[in-house]
């Protein structure tokens, strides 16, 4: 028997490929559907009609001319929120402390336009606010980077539980030092107003939209193009290649982590600056969290993080007209988001492909 | 469901002997690759039959077949000269067919009564005390000395390869499959394991045993085929009608050349590439895995290190590379201190992990995102990386090395064992080096990628660099070192150079003897 060539050394095919799978806007389709169809099991349990339900949410979230605005303005700092899970999930960790990194980036905005916003130009205001936001967020975030590194306490943990430090830490200040009215509401002192974010030329958009869709790009170009991207993802797909390869994984994964604080600290002061003006007990509840659901939900992938973020504020958005409109309690929403969140990661997850 | 389709032939002649298993021209085919095409073989009782051939030429194919994993695309089987469909593993192992995998299946945890009690049908409720008296009969009957009660953890590799051959055994099998089963023992237990087949065979049963060492062919198979791109290249014959040439030609198509004896002596004033002195380190469990070390590699030598799988070999390769710190002792590489990897790295040192899939391999990355990862600077292009250059590097060094890496955008997960190991030592010896660590360098890679990396380490040699070795050939040893240092549990147990270099006496160091 002659056989004259060498015999194939690549790896067979069908070792390496699936079956083709159905085009991802299939699959979004279908899992969102899924996610409508279950939901509205609970509509109907709650006694309402959900043809109905869904009608109003869908006119009050796409037909009246302010919700595009609205939508829009909720999904600034959700989106900067995700991109601060995003770049710390390349370096394989989970910052579960958006929250709280937001929220230290508000009070360090606040703190500056406090102390300045009364004769400082408002546009010096607004600089110095950006960076007490970015430096805010980073230090929180830092706390856990550090953590981390000297003790091994895992950031997930870490991060989570100093949501609730900052929560604590917000709450003192407006109880206490920064409180504007003893006798009302524990607020600190509204911004002068020319020293909020402006809006773009009339339309009621805020400025927020414009700094979150340049971050996502930035973070996309950064990760994707630099060596400092193409470290991360070598520390997050396997620190000891990483650590063999001579890198510095703890200077690698600190500085992953604080480039997440720094970008949930800018969303803190979107927040604070452009949306809400003043500290308060609720400041920027849950966008943290949703910014890290809105991360999953695009796969820690920068760019797909916009679509996802717009997703969860429109969802928010639909919260309240249902609220609303169908009587039904706000907390409602918060299942549609769940749902939706679960059926997607469901219905797209990549075969063999690690998340 | 296990389906009879033939009926026993009426025996026409009873003086010839029934083969436990004859496969028929086996086919089996995935899209464009032909991974079996018309395979034939058969095991007769109290033979042993061995299967040879290069990575990717369908062993594994046929053994799946065989046992009920795939089911071929033409071709037949049958078991005692009846016709038989497997649908499942398990029909296989009711048929008497039983497999003793490569990468072993016990339960470390658990003893080896309770593992054996996983694949018996012992019933809903364990009876650990009849069961232990079931397997010492048992290991009395075939010679297999297992211990029952023995937690698997606390076994050695090949005593828990005795324990799942008698698994295999309890279970009913006849014919027994061995995958590879010599890769992870050291001589002795070679020794032992073919004591062990050859008993087996004369008590009547069939073994199929697959391998790539010719001489293990040599010493146990009575008839061998070998597979060549999913095609029978022989088929059945009788070893010793052939000569080791022939069968190598037969397995990889040419001839694959010796490695060249003459070889230019070490210079023994060179400069310390690699230099330990007491060098003590603990290994990740906290026990202490080298013990007071003290070991140089010159420049333009290769060392080899002997020793039975986990004697310290790890440590050892990470403590000259500064991975590992050390306890007590010094690292130096090329006279500098080699405490992180960084140094280690920037002192000159390159290194073959001794499992690279956890050590080296990002899966999610193309292969070519491995080969800047060489600890070098990255060839900078503004604020990114120069992956052209990388590229035109990896074009020359892969038609230098001539190890033919898979095609570079291809992720790493993509990639078999073999290819992953031939990536890391093509990105590893394409440079110069001053030290060289090569941690089993030649593991999952065929004949002819063998001779070649084992080519390449020669080169680095030659070139100047130290080349510290391990292997758990000795064979490969003993061609290419200039010099075998034998581990045995952490410490040195002996030096032996060239004019003394003897299989069994390396042997007995690796287990702790005095030579």
């Known amino acids: 028997m002659t056989l004259t060539d060498a015999p194939p050394t690549a790896q067979p095919e069908w070792l390496s490929t699936g079956k083709k799978a159905a085009p991802a806007v299939v699959r979004w389709a279908v899992a969102i559907l899924c ?80 102390a300045t916003d009364q004769f400082l130009p408002g546009e010096t205001v607004m600089v110095l606010m950006l960076l007490a936001g970015i430096v805010g967020g980073a230090a929180w975030a830092a706390i856990a980077g550090m953590l981390r590194l000297v003790f091994q306490v895992n950031e997930a943990v870490s991060t989570l539980l100093l949501n609730f430090v900052a929560l604590d830490l917000l709450l003192f200040l407006i109880y206490q030092p920064w409180r504007e009215d003893p006798s009302g509401q524990p607020t600190s002192r509204e911004l002068v107003d020319t020293a909020k974010l402006p809006e773009i030329s009339g339309l009621g958009i805020g400025i927020g939209i414009v700094i979150a869709v340049v971050a996502a790009i930035a973070v996309f170009f950064v990760l994707k193009y630099t060596r400092w991207g193409f470290k991360l993802s070598v520390v997050g797909g396997n620190a000891e290649a990483a650590r063999r390869a001579g890198l510095h994984v703890p200077v690698l994964i600190l500085s992953a982590l604080l480039v997440g604080g720094a970008l949930a600290g800018i969303a803190g002061m979107i927040q604070f600056a452009g949306i809400e003006y003043k500290l308060r007990a609720g400041f920027g509840l849950q966008i943290g969290y949703i910014g890290f659901l809105a991360s999953w939900l ?58 | 469901m296990t389906n009879v389709v033939g009926a026993p032939n009426e025996s026409e002649s009873s003086t010839a002997l029934v083969p436990i298993l004859r496969v028929e021209r086996f086919t089996k085919h995935f899209a464009e690759v032909k991974a079996n095409t018309d395979v034939s073989l058969d095991v007769l009782p109290g033979e042993v039959h061995a299967l040879v051939g290069e990575n990717g030429a369908g062993k594994s194919t046929l053994l799946k077949m065989i046992y009920g994993v795939y089911t071929p695309d033409s071709g037949r089987m049958l078991i005692d000269d009846v016709e038989v469909s497997l649908g499942s593993p398990a029909e296989a192992r009711n048929l008497g067919i039983g497999m003793v995998f490569q990468d072993l299946r016990l339960v470390p945890a658990l003893s080896v009564t309770e593992n054996m009690a996983l694949s018996l049908d012992v019933g809903a409720i364990l009876r650990p005390r009849a069961l232990a008296k079931r397997i010492a009969a048992a ?374 003897g005095v030579a």
Request: net charge neutral; proline share 4%; hydrophobic share 50%.
């Open chain 2, 139 to 512: 290991s009395e009957e075939y010679g297999l000395a297992v211990e029952p009660r023995a937690l698997v953890q606390h076994l050695s590799i090949g005593e828990r390869q005795r324990a799942e051959i008698l698994k295999v055994l309890m279970t009913g099998a006849r014919l027994v499959i061995l995958d590879e089963p010599t890769s992870v023992l050291a001589p002795q237990e070679v020794q032992a394991l073919f004591g062990v087949v050859d008993r087996l065979r004369s008590q009547g049963f069939g073994i199929l045993i697959v391998t790539h060492k010719l001489n293990e062919v040599r010493a146990i198979a009575d008839r061998v085929t070998v597979l060549r791109g999913g095609v029978p290249i022989l088929e059945g014959v009788k070893p010793s009608d052939y000569t080791d040439e022939q069968l190598i030609t037969a397995m990889v198509g040419h001839a694959v050349p010796a490695l060249p004896v003459e070889r230019s002596a070490v210079d023994a004033d060179a400069e310390h590439a690699l230099s330990l002195e007491s060098v003590s380190s603990r290994g990740d469990k906290g026990h202490e895995a080298l013990k007071s070390i003290s070991l140089t590699v010159r420049r333009g030598e290769l060392v080899g290190v002997a020793g039975v799988a986990g004697s310290g070999q790890r440590e050892l390769c990470e403590v000259a590379t500064g991975l590992r710190d050390v306890t007590s002792g010094t690292v130096k590489i090329a006279g500098l201190a080699a405490a992180t990897p960084r140094k280690a790295i920037d002192a000159g040192a390159v290194s073959v992990p001794e499992d690279p899939v956890a050590d080296s391999v990002v899966t999610r990355l193309t292969v070519l995102e491995h080969m800047p990862l060489d600890g070098r600077p990255f060839p900078r292009r503004r604020w990114g990386i120069d992956w052209a250059r990388i590229k035109s590097k990896t074009a020359e060094s892969n038609d230098r090395l001539g190890l033919r890496i898979a095609p570079i955008g291809r992720k790493l997960f993509e990639l078999s064992g073999g290819n992953i190991q031939r990536v890391i030592l093509t990105r590893e010896l394409s440079a110069d080096s001053t030290l060289v660590v090569a941690a089993y360098p030649s593991r999952g890679l065929d004949i002819s990628n063998v001779r070649r990396t084992q080519q390449v380490l020669l080169d680095r040699r030659a070139g100047g660099a130290g080349v510290l070795m391990i292997s758990e050939d000795l064979d490969e040893l003993m061609a290419m070192a200039d010099r075998i240092v034998v581990l045995h549990d952490g410490h040195l147990s002996g030096e032996v150079l060239p004019a003394d270099y003897d299989r069994q006496h390396i042997g007995r160091l690796m287990l702790g």
């Open chain 1, 298 to 355: 695009a796969r820690h992938r920068p760019l797909p993080v916009l679509l996802a973020s717009f997703v969860f504020a429109a969802l928010a958005v639909a919260g309240d007209s249902l609220q609303l409109d169908a009587q039904l309690p706000a907390a409602t929403v918060s299942i549609l988001t769940a749902f939706i969140l679960i059926a997607v990661l469901g219905f797209t997850q990549k075969k063999g492909a690690a998340l």
């Open chain 1, 35 to 114: 996610a409508l169809a279950a939901f509205s099991v609970i509509i109907v349990f709650k006694g309402a009609s959900p043809l109905e339900v869904f009608g109003d949410m869908w006119v009050s979230t796409f037909v009246r001319p302010r919700s595009l605005v609205e939508i829009l303005n909720t999904m600034a700092p959700i989106a900067l929120a995700a991109l601060a899970v995003v770049v710390p999930a390349r370096a394989g960790m989970s910052n579960v402390g958006g929250e709280g990194q937001l929220i230290v980036g508000a009070i360090a905005a606040a703190g500056v336009a406090l």
